[in-house]
């Protein structure tokens, strides 16, 4: 009976919005800060997205940081600060977060999170070199990501988070 969404406009910054489908009535959650994209994932009452965080003493250099909000109170807590992850995913229970972790020398990996500090609980092993997207948890035990090869191709693939196991769904 509600939808959850970032509402933006030229004239507006966005904001994340709570909306009754049947009553019609917005409740405004909380302003969205900056991003890359109006990615998010909800799940268990709680918010997760990658925002921007820039150096305190140089400016060049920005980060992404993984923010959580509870969207009872509105209330954002940040999970993790001056990392590379993009693209986060929270799991049903609300304890883990799966994101995309880019490293500056272009590699690329999944990282599950512990909720509440922040904590690397697994990375997922990468030996072929994927460029990972928008990973959801698939699951208890997996992870379903859309994939990039060196060559450019793309597939989407069920990661297991027991064993690095991979099963392709598309080619």
């Known amino acids: 009976s509600h939808l959850l969404f970032v509402k933006s406009s030229y004239k507006s910054i966005p904001k994340f919005i709570n909306r009754n489908i049947i009553t019609g009535e917005e409740d405004e959650i909380r302003v969205k800060d900056i991003s890359l994209d109006n990615h998010f994932s909800y799940s268990n009452g709680k918010i997760v997205y990658a925002a921007v965080g820039f150096d305190l003493r140089w400016g060049w250099r920005d980060y992404s ?74 699951g208890p035990r997996k992870i379903v990501s859309p994939v990039r090869n060196q060559a450019g191709e793309m597939a989407l693939g069920i990661f297991s988070t027991e064993n690095d196991d991979v099963e392709w769904l598309l080619p």
């Open 65 to 138: 940081d993984i923010r959580i909000i509870d969207i009872t109170n509105g209330n954002q807590r940040t999970v993790v600060r001056n990392s590379k992850y993009f693209a986060p995913d929270i799991a049903a229970d609300g304890k883990s977060i799966v994101a995309v972790k880019v490293g500056t020398d272009g590699s690329c990996s999944l990282d599950i999170l512990d909720t509440d500090s922040g904590a690397i609980v697994k990375s997922l092993a990468n030996k072929a070199g994927y460029y990972f997207t928008y990973p959801k948890f698939y």
